[in-house]
């Protein structure tokens, strides 16, 4: 229950769209000078309850509360007038525009009929030092890195008056090194008496950063730890997924076959070195590094979205024609993509369609005309096999959420057999039990004699998932290791920049 | 931000996501019956269908064109310049055959053109088909010299001015178009990837799709369709005229979108545009027998267009 102590509470909050009870009741409160953590599966309805917050949707049931006041917000700008901002990991900024104009969008200083550069240079520069980073008022936006994008964003918020702050996986594109400085950033926000709700799927952040937590289940609330003494990983795991989750990866030896994919001198953008390196049948390999250190980029080239400047791919003994994800795909490489919404997944388009894009031109009659039946099995079969929660087949898949939509672009491969799947961040934003799922499929996959290399920033998954580990720095391969070699130490300090590392 | 579109499970909101222009145009035809004299009589349908004939077929493939994400602004002076060509043709060769494959090969080669700008070299689809149209048309003119070109080949005619089984033949073809890219855009891989280049062009070229070859081909279809079109018309009026079909490429767009298309791409069903093209078509025609003067019908017109989009806005919005 919100409490008058609180400076946000929810209250009784539902939320239904056809078919769907996407929030269920939830009550809880957030107190000022404190990082709230929200956690739950995908699906759980925490997105859900941000949009109500930031005005987005309008609540079935239930009020907000604001420092004991009732609240419903009919529009984001009500929202933002009330001192609420919800920070998402698609930020809404204008590249185009400068940093300044960004800061203070909507409500520019004006000197008469004209825009008062001056001023709005000034008070640009007293948001950017609120969150302490060194950025130019008058630099584009668009040529920031990320995390510098996130800090302009949060400075808008506050240069708006935010009291309360959500923040939606904040860190889920971000290095190591930008995390610490947004969570000194946000441990600013609460000292100075700001109420923070930080959803996240990473529970390290959880112990690490707030003060207290709230678990949603299928969009009803669970719990509230309104401390975190004596609360562990396990307490909250348990009640996010219902279930005890021992080893999410469940990982187990399996046989390889010479003979995968072997990739020797390739070269492109973004690759420093000519990088070589093989997969066998039935291995999984992790390629590791920080952000921007070429992983991306490999994989780029490996699936013919960027045409290679040197150098050769075969599969299977076979040369990879490059340059086109067409010919790879023919030629034995699928790959998903790490952008699922802008790269993945086709929105306005049902979940069948987005299954069937790739496999259904090996099942035409007539060689010209699409089988509605092969279709509607196929992609029944892929949704029951992953386990794809969707309403019904014919659903559009931008309906769904993140780690369903996963499932289903995964499923866009595993129609066939594959002999080599490229899975970019295939975890990214997804909750525990929707990747172990996952991390079984892809088991699965490598089990049936599929080389499978996966990227990933999450240190524990690259090592509970894969065989062998590649490191990746500043765009070369810096070194490799076996399963059994591949401490975390090791493999960190081999991903860290010589500069940092020592 | 913009708000998803919510998945509707109420009887009426599925009935109307799937058949709402049908419906739309079911409730006008019965209005038009009742209320307007002479509308309901066989000259008079047969004229409404030959009317709309033109429209319906460049609509198929504009449909298309629209669901891959891009419009196609130059079908109006193709239109024009394939009778205006066609009819110079047969004038000069006396050759049905070489006037058709004259006009028809040009159709296919300004879409190429279209296509090729627009898919491989990366140009704004309305700035590309913005050029094309004014090139094309000042085309027409200077083949025909500003002037209608009299056909003087009779066997031509029978495309525009027979009948069968009572039915103009044009509406035949129209009819066929309407059959042919139905099965083009619901039952082959074609036609779903260019919903999917639509949907997400980016998502579509990583997951296989021929991004460019596609997109090419529909443009290329769509110069094509346009230029036999413009024969079919050429056959009805005897004559290759420079200056007709002006703002016909915002009509078959009207009535794309009328049919539930969507400009952004990725959604399209040529079940809703057949109805958007009768629908554009009968209200035309009741308007003439009702008397109301042209001027008028030109704000009628605008005013169902946005009539129709609000429509399909609110049923999204509740």
Same mark, same amino acid.
């Given at each position: 229950m919100s409490a008058p102590g609180h400076a946000l509470g929810f209250d009784g909050l539902a939320m239904e769209f056809p078919g769907v009870?996407?929030?269920?009741?939830v009550s809880f409160g957030v107190r000022g000078g404190s990082v709230h953590a929200l956690l739950g599966e995908n699906g759980a309805g925490k997105s859900t309850l941000l949009k109500i917050l930031s005005g987005a949707y309008l609540p079935t049931a239930g009020t907000l509360c604001l420092e004991g006041d009732k609240k419903i917000f009919r529009s984001t700008a009500a929202a933002i007038a009330a001192g609420v901002a919800v920070i998402y990991?698609?930020?809404?900024?204008?590249?185009?525009?400068t940093v300044a104009e960004n800061l203070l969008l909507g409500r520019y200083p004006r000197r008469g009929a004209f825009l008062d550069r001056a001023a709005l240079r000034t008070e640009a520069g007293r948001l950017l030092q609120l969150v302490g980073e060194d950025i130019?008022?008058?630099?584009?936006?668009?040529?920031?890195?990320l995390a510098q994008r996130q800090m302009v964003e949060i400075a808008k918020a506050l240069g708006r008056g935010a009291r309360v702050v959500a923040f939606d996986?904040?860190?889920?594109?971000?290095?190591e090194k930008e995390t610490r400085r947004l969570f000194a950033i946000i441990r600013d926000l609460r000292v100075r008496g700001h109420a923070i709700l930080y959803v996240t799927h990473r529970l390290d952040e959880v112990f690490e950063l707030c003060d207290a937590a709230t678990v949603l289940r299928d969009g009803r609330h669970v719990v509230t730890h309104d401390?975190?003494?004596?609360?562990t990983r396990d307490t909250l795991v348990r009640s996010m997924v219902g279930r005890e989750l021992?080893?999410?990866?469940?990982y187990r030896p399996r046989a390889h076959a010479p003979g995968g994919l072997e990739v020797r001198g390739l070269a492109g953008p973004g690759l420093r070195e000519p990088v070589s390196f093989s997969v066998a049948r039935g291995e999984i390999t992790g390629f590791f590094g920080l952000?921007?250190?070429g992983r991306t980029e490999l994989m780029r080239l490996l699936c013919g979205a960027v045409l290679p400047t040197a150098g050769e791919v075969r599969v299977h003994g076979r040369p990879v024609q490059g340059g086109s994800p067409r010919t790879a795909i023919r030629d034995g490489i699928v790959f998903c993509p790490e952008d699922r919404k802008k790269e993945g997944i086709?929105?306005?388009?049902?979940v069948t369609e987005n299954i069937n894009l790739s496999a259904r031109r090996k099942h035409l009659r007539a060689g010209l005309f699409l089988d509605p039946g092969w279709e509607r099995t196929n992609a029944t079969a892929q949704i029951a096999r992953l386990g794809v929660? *969707?309403?019904?087949?014919?659903?559009?898949?931008?309906?769904?959420s993140g780690g369903n939509q996963q499932k289903a672009i995964l499923a866009r491969w595993l129609s066939e057999p594959v002999r080599v799947v490229v899975l970019d961040?295939? *975890?990214?934003?997804?909750d525990i039990g929707a990747k172990s799922e996952i991390y079984a499929l892809i088991q699965a996959l490598a089990a049936a004699g599929t080389s499978v290399v996966i990227v990933s920033s999450e240190l524990p998954e690259v090592l509970g998932i894969a065989d062998r580990v590649f490191v990746m720095r500043e765009g070369v391969i810096a070194a490799e290791f076996t399963r059994a070699a591949a401490s975390p130490e090791a493999v960190l300090h081999a991903a860290l920049p010589a500069t940092i590392a020592n | 931000m913009s708000r998803p579109p919510l998945p509707s499970s109420s009887a009426f909101t599925r009935v109307w996501d799937s058949a709402g222009m049908l419906l739309v145009l079911a409730g006008l035809f019965l209005l038009c019956s009742v209320?307007?004299?002479?509308?309901?009589t066989a000259t008079n349908l047969r004229g409404l269908a030959l009317a709309v004939s033109t429209i319906g077929m460049v609509a198929c493939t504009m449909m298309l064109c629209l669901a891959a994400g891009d419009f196609d602004l130059s079908v109006g002076s193709v239109v024009a310049f394939a009778g205006v060509l066609g009819a110079t043709v047969m004038n000069a060769t006396g050759s049905v055959l070489a006037g058709t494959a004259a006009a028809l090969a040009s159709g296919a080669l300004i879409g190429f053109v279209n296509g090729v700008f627009v898919a491989?070299?990366?140009?704004?689809a309305l700035i590309t088909t913005l050029a094309s149209m004014q090139i094309v048309r000042g085309l027409g003119f200077i083949v025909s010299d500003g002037r209608a070109v009299g056909i003087?080949?009779?066997?031509?005619f029978a495309l525009g001015n027979t009948a069968w089984l009572g039915v103009p033949v044009p509406v035949w073809l129209t009819v066929t178009c309407f059959v042919v890219f139905g099965v083009l855009l619901n039952l082959t891989i074609f036609g779903r990837s260019a919903l999917a280049i639509g949907g997400n062009r980016e998502a579509a070229h990583l997951a296989g799709v021929p991004v460019v070859r596609v997109k090419v081909v529909i443009f290329t279809l769509q110069g094509v369709v346009a230029a036999f079109a413009g024969l079919v018309l050429a056959a009805r009026m005897t004559s290759g005229q420079?200056?007709?079909?002006?703002g016909f490429e915002l009509e078959v767009i009207s009535a794309c979108v009328l049919g539930g298309v969507s400009l952004s791409g990725g959604v399209a069903r040529l079940g809703a545009v057949v109805a958007g093209v009768l629908i554009m078509g009968l209200v035309q025609n009741a308007m003439n027998l009702l008397n109301i003067p042209p001027f008028y019908q030109y704000v009628a017109r605008g005013c169902i267009l946005l009539g129709a989009v609000m429509l399909d806005r609110l049923k999204h919005r509740n």
């Open positions: 009870r996407a929030l269920d009741g990991q698609e930020l809404h900024l204008v590249p185009e525009m130019s008022p008058d630099a584009r936006l668009g040529r920031l890195p996986e904040p860190t889920s594109s971000l290095s401390a975190l003494a004596g609360v021992t080893d999410i990866y469940n952000v921007g250190a086709i929105s306005v388009r049902s929660r *969707t309403a019904s087949p014919a659903t559009l898949i931008g309906l769904l961040e295939p *975890t990214r934003g997804i | 209320g307007v004299d002479n509308f309901l491989r070299l990366g140009i704004n003087r080949t009779d066997g031509f420079p200056n007709t079909s002006l």
